[in-house]
Nanobody, 119 residues
């Protein structure tokens, strides 16, 4: 079974930047698209951004639009989430997820990476 690994989280001040990475242990992603989700305490899991692996088409949540950039590097088998102009409300655990059927049914298969934005 695919096990995704997220990294790049940390503590950053509001206005700062972080770049998250998602990999399937260096193997090519066996799917159609990869998404990033955010889970904050007491809140529902929120879709942040999606990138299609073949065409690099991207979709963003309203909160992420204009501040975050999702991209994929197929030579390295990594999907990135560049997060700029971070806000306190961006705090949470970020998970990447794979859609392996093309039905937008994303399955989280990793432990996530923690992002804390301080004021």
């Amino acid at each position: 079974q695919v096990q995704l690994l997220e990294s790049g989280g940390g503590l950053v001040q509001a206005g700062g930047s972080l770049r998250l990475s998602c990999t399937d242990s260096g193997r090519p992603f066996n799917g159609v698209a990869v998404a990033w989700f955010r889970q904050a305490p007491g809140e529902e899991r929120e879709l942040v951004a999606v990138v299609t692996l073949a065409t690099s088409r991207t979709v963003y949540s309203t909160n992420a639009e204009g501040r975050f950039i999702i991209s994929r590097d197929l030579s390295k088998n990594i999907v990135y989430l560049q997060m700029n102009s971070l806000k306190v409300e961006d705090t949470g655990i970020y998970y990447c997820a794979l859609d392996d059927t093309g039905t937008a049914d994303f399955e989280i298969r990793g432990q996530g990476t923690h992002v804390t934005v301080s004021s």
